[in-house]
């Protein structure tokens, strides 16, 4: 298992990003709407080295993101784990006494997500990410 990415919530997308370009080499960057919760965007930051950025920012003020914002302030979300086979994490995770956040759901550029809470993982949101030519 390797780190996929690091997401950031963000309030605006447009104005973070001048950051990032700023302080790593940014090679490309992608802004997708999740259009299965409808409730945020995403930009996925691709940099020089190869490290995957994502930010979150709310669509909606009764989201989870805008939520986190209110309650945290923008910042580090949650880290997410590149995994092979989506369903079998999901299950062991759950066997393993783990709370996972809802089903597995499709994420960021087609993939299948879902996450652990951060009350079961020393306050860090985890996600669990497989694309989907691999996610079964």
């Avoid at 802004?31 to 920012?57: C, F, R």
């Avoid at 299950?91 to 879902?114: D, H, M, N, P, S």
Wanted: proline fraction near 2%; include cysteine.
């Amino acid at each position: 298992m390797r780190i996929n990415h690091i997401g950031f919530a963000v309030k605006n997308i447009e104005n973070a990003l001048q950051h990032y370009y700023e302080l790593f080499r940014v090679v490309s960057c992608e802004l997708e709407p999740i259009t299965e919760q409808s409730v945020m965007k995403t930009m996925m930051i691709h940099t020089e080295n190869d490290v995957l950025l994502e930010l979150l920012e709310p669509i909606r003020d009764d989201c989870a993101i805008a939520k986190y914002l209110e309650k945290h302030g923008e910042g580090m979300h949650h880290i997410a784990f590149d995994v092979e086979n989506i369903q079998a994490e999901y299950e062991g995770a759950k066997q393993q006494g783990y709370r996972v956040l809802g089903e597995i759901e499709t994420g960021a550029g087609g993939t299948q997500t879902f996450f652990i809470h951060p009350k079961d993982t020393s306050g860090v949101l985890m996600e669990f990410v497989a694309y989907a030519e691999r996610a079964v």
